[in-house]
């Protein structure tokens, strides 16, 4: 495999999960019938750029179909965030009715809702139609393709440019990085900002997040990797903020590099920059011990559900998330171990977790069944999940997490 940014020689395997279904594709009653798609899933380092990416196996359009069934509005905490960066970046930088805001991912709609309340034009892009579908619903035009160079160049001969550009968790979910990250370069107003948000990689190394690597995360990024790959693509990186969200991320603003008049870079990116090389993000060693930690999630995990079987006690998980299914599958969880997996998308009761094949239902289901545990597996909304079914522990119910370590929460 050869660096998806520099095109380097990659051969440090940072990760190796064995095989896994890509973990969006959420299976029909009758697909239970049919053979899965299951591919390697390795994360490999570039120890020329740092880039730390998915060694290519599955395909974009394998993964972001037409049934793809990942909806941000589902998510009430991900709903006040979107509305909070919209604020934000309103004050920050003076938009308004003559501006142009343009998401990338634009996925359901949840963002630009609140750039269109306030009269702002927007518009959207978002390759799958599922969701595409949801946005428009919402009144959000919509363009639904992959994003890159010279879906830019047509924008921007539309009269299009952009005075803002969102991309939220999808920078590592693009094969062709390059391309991508240019399409900002050109589509962007001389004077435009791009804000791109995405899991860092520090904590995720730090704390072996592992079930965030899965086949639609192409690259895992650290603001030393990004502000390269921006530099060789037309972009300049002026600030950046940390986020609680996904376990800690990056919000890197970027202009274009030949901005008419460019802002001044903010000393929190050079700060970054020195944290990152200080813990040891362009070394090998940093990297060395995640196989391990990664096994010995998956040990805990196992012994929990097994000692929890052999005692009786009733064990359903909640959140269908992707992130679940590289645990799920990585650890060889089936559903005689966990029964079921409650969810709030509709698109996905009914279906079965790829891989496991655990059936997904609605959260009725948990009311009646009164579990003794439930096992949260989007662990970054842990606290959105404990206050949205605080009614468990009134049978006595616990809450517990995998990742980074087995726990029961208070």
Not at 200 to 223: A, G, I, K, R
Not at 377 to 401: I, S
Request: one cysteine or more.
């Amino acid at each position: 495999m050869h660096c998806r940014h520099c095109a380097a020689p990659v051969t440090r395997v940072m990760a190796d999960l064995g095989t896994a279904p890509p973990s969006n594709a959420y299976l029909s009653a009758a697909a239970l019938q049919l053979p899965e798609r299951w591919y390697p899933l390795r994360v490999l380092v570039c120890e020329h750029c740092w880039l730390v990416q998915t060694e290519d196996f599955a395909q974009a359009h394998d993964l972001f179909d037409a049934d793809y069934a990942y909806f941000s509005s589902f998510s009430s905490s991900w709903l006040a965030h979107a509305q909070a960066y919209v604020e934000a970046m309103v004050q920050r930088f003076g938009l308004g009715a003559h501006s142009q805001v343009v998401e990338i991912a634009a996925n359901d709609g949840y963002l630009l809702q609140y750039v269109a309340q306030r009269g702002i034009p927007c518009l959207g892009i978002e390759p799958t139609a599922s969701t595409a579908a949801a946005a428009r619903a919402k009144g959000i035009p919509v363009v639904e393709r992959f994003f890159g160079v010279a879906l830019a160049q047509e924008l921007v001969a539309q009269g299009r440019s952009a005075d803002l550009i969102a991309a939220n968790n999808v920078l590592a979910h693009v094969p062709d990085i390059n391309d991508f990250v240019a399409g900002f370069a050109t589509l962007l107003q001389p004077t435009g900002v791009a804000t791109f948000e995405f899991p860092h990689l520090l904590p995720l190394v730090q704390q072996c997040q592992f079930d965030t690597l899965y086949h639609e995360h192409f690259s895992y990024l650290s603001l030393t990797a990004v502000q390269r790959i921006f530099a060789a693509n037309g972009l300049a990186v002026f600030d950046v903020q940390e986020l609680p969200t996904h376990g800690g991320s990056l919000r890197v603003f970027a202009q274009r590099s030949d901005a008419s008049t460019p802002r001044p870079t903010e000393p929190a990116v050079a700060a970054l920059l020195a944290r990152e090389v200080q813990a040891g993000v362009c070394s090998a060693d940093f990297y060395s011990d995640f196989q391990r930690q990664a096994l010995r999630i998956k040990r805990e995990l196992l012994s929990f559900l097994i000692d929890a079987q052999a005692r009786g006690r009733k064990v359903a998980a909640y959140g269908a998330a992707a992130k679940g299914n590289t645990l799920l599958n990585f650890a060889g969880v089936r559903p005689d171990l966990l029964t079921y997996v409650v969810d709030k998308n509709p698109a996905k009761q009914g279906k079965f977790l790829p891989g496991s094949r655990i059936p997904i239902v609605d959260e009725a289901h948990l009311r009646a069944d009164r579990p003794d545990v439930v096992l949260i597996l989007p662990w970054n909304l842990k606290d959105e999940v404990t206050t949205q079914l605080a009614y468990v522990r009134e049978w006595g119910g616990e809450f517990v997490t995998a990742v980074p370590h087995l726990q029961v929460l208070a």
